[in-house]
């Protein structure tokens, strides 16, 4: 049984840093390309990076410079940091597994991905 849990958000004030974690149990985790994603309040999912197995890592337009995805294989866990946090960065951010090793084109998709965690929420205040 595959288990994906996020951790590490909170409120934090606009500039500031979190780091988040996610942990997936239940499958082979360097199998899996890996990826974030965040729903912010009346609007819809959207995709904010992905990471292959080897660590290359792709991010969407608004997150650029800030944001750092990575992963640890040896310890089945994905990290999100987030630096030069904004108001508008707040959002259940989300983490999710797919059965394939790399990020395709198509990455933000939702369902390009095959296993989610539950949400960790982010809030930044101004």
């Known amino acids: 049984q595959v288990q994906v849990v996020e951790s590490g958000g909170g409120l934090v004030q606009a500039g500031g840093s979190l780091r988040l974690s996610c942990t997936a149990s239940?499958?082979?985790?360097?199998?899996?390309?890996m990826g974030w994603f965040r729903q912010a309040s009346g609007k819809e999912r959207e995709g904010v990076s992905c990471?292959?197995?080897?660590?290359?890592?792709t991010y969407t337009d608004s997150v650029k410079g800030r944001f750092t995805i990575s992963r640890d294989n040896a310890k089945n866990t994905l990290y999100l940091q987030m630096n030069g946090l904004k108001p508008e960065d707040t959002a259940m951010y989300y983490c999710?597994?797919?059965?394939?090793?790399?990020?395709?084109?198509?990455?933000?998709?939702?369902?390009?991905?095959?296993?989610w965690g539950q949400g960790t929420q982010v809030t930044v205040s101004s």
């Open positions: 990471i292959n197995w080897r660590g290359g890592a």
């Open positions: 239940g499958l082979t985790f360097d199998d899996h390309a």
């Open positions: 999710a597994a797919k059965r394939e090793d790399y990020c395709s084109g198509s990455w933000s998709r939702s369902d390009e991905y095959n296993y």
